[in-house]
């Protein structure tokens, strides 16, 4: 399946880091999931795929891999021969001319079988994709930046989620094109109003740190009278992942979003989105979920990762857009399991790296939905300096 390239988006930089190498409610056509299983392989010939298609033997550890494709430059290879193991599912609804300009790229929409599905009776198109990974207990909603006249579905498919966190891949505006629309508000105190979908938003407080913004916000339907609190993570990383900083930048802001519990599995899925929602959005998604996986394994390190983005793309196509990307998404698995591992060494130089000092741990009584729209007002001095965490010692996403 040729994997679809949005304009201008996150083409990852070349990387000279040799050190990287030592209950939610969601609509879906029960049709389409049954083809979906349908034409999934068992285990065994997984495993035999996969070992047809790169792998020097059974244990050939991601590091090896790694190691390989350095020295024979072998990226685009690997990445090929990923986009070849992946079905290309229909997307009608996504690709008809009703909703041709609902999407920002023609040749990005959202598979008809996980595609999320909103109450608005008028239009319920929306292009998002719900990922699920059960081994992971992870799940997420992957879309593309809000256009101007769909910031209100957004909003809307945030509430209906019961979503803890949005979180934001990409600036408004990159080399010149808008790649997303101000969905939130500007300002500390600004609340934006959509009449339509009666969805209130409101900023009660702003953390800008070198990397990465984090926005606190009060969500609030008008026809339920009833708010929640919802954080807005915002990477502002500089976009081609420079060398060597950016990769710690972007490992500090995934460990400070793991942190706050937000996408923990008994919270709504996290809303992640980049431009197109399926390049950097893709890698974020991916690194979480393998971060999880390894964590649950005696050999960390033993985790096909290839496999999983496989996976993953069974709900959203595209994910990945690049052999850089590829690149980049083996680094970050790389790299952040190691800190997970608590190597003390590789600490120490990350920490400096990343230049983020740690913080408070995540304040659970945030998570609490209220009724009064006055309760959410006395508890906006509540919030955690959630902007400022990095990993505690060897600390761990529950």
């Known amino acids: 399946m040729a994997t679809p390239v949005s304009p201008e988006d996150w083409e990852v930089s070349d990387f000279e880091l040799a050190s990287s190498t030592s209950g939610t409610s969601v609509t879906l056509s029960s049709t389409s999931l049954v083809s979906v299983e349908s034409r999934c392989t068992d285990e065994e010939e997984e495993e035999e795929g996969m070992l047809k298609w790169g792998y020097l033997s059974e244990r050939m550890t991601m590091e090896s891999e790694f190691q390989v494709w350095e020295a024979t430059r072998g990226w685009h290879q690997a990445f090929l021969e990923v986009s070849d193991r992946c079905y290309d599912y229909t997307s009608q609804v996504g690709r008809s001319l ?22 608005d009776e008028q239009n319920n198109y929306i292009n ?8 992971a207990q992870r799940k997420y909603i992957l879309t593309r930046g809000p256009l101007p006249n769909k910031c209100s579905h957004f909003w809307l498919m945030v509430w209906q ?8 891949l990409n600036h408004l505006v990159e080399n010149n094109n808008t790649k997303c629309s101000q969905y939130w508000p500007l300002c500390q105190g600004q609340t934006l109003l959509f009449k ?14 070198i990397s990465f913004t984090v926005h606190f916000l009060r969500l609030k339907s008008t026809m339920m009278r009833e708010v929640r609190s919802v954080f807005h993570f915002h990477y502002t990383g500089r976009a081609d992942f420079g060398v060597p900083k950016a ?6 802001f995934l460990f400070m979003v793991r942190e706050s519990g937000c996408l923990n599995d008994e919270q709504g899925p996290a809303v992640i989105h980049c431009s197109a929602g399926i390049g950097r959005s893709g890698i974020f998604a991916l690194v979480n979920t393998c971060l999880v996986l390894m964590e649950k394994r005696e050999d960390p390190f033993c985790l096909n990762i290839r496999q999983v983005l496989v996976n993953l793309r069974k709900y959203r196509m595209g994910l990945i857009q690049t052999p850089k990307q590829l690149r980049f998404f083996y680094m970050a698995v790389i790299k952040g399991v190691k800190f997970l591992m608590a190597d003390e060494n590789f600490k120490k130089k990350w920490k400096a790296l990343s230049n983020v000092r740690p913080g408070p741990s995540y304040d659970e009584s945030l998570s609490q939905t209220h009724t009064e729209f006055e309760d959410t007002v006395e508890r906006d001095a509540g919030f955690s300096d959630l902007a400022t965490r990095t990993p505690n010692s060897g600390g761990r996403e529950q």
């Open 161 to 168: 989620q019961n979503s803890r966190a949005v979180i934001m």
């Open 98 to 119: 009703e909703n041709r300009s609902r999407n920002r790229y023609a040749n990005v929409s959202p598979y008809d079988h996980s595609r999320m599905q909103g109450e």
């Open 196 to 209: 339509e979908m009666g969805i209130s938003v409101c900023m009660l407080k702003e953390e800008v740190r």
């Open 128 to 135: 998002a994709s719900f990922v699920m990974v059960e081994e």
């Open 247 to 252: 990769l710690a930048s972007f490992l500090s």
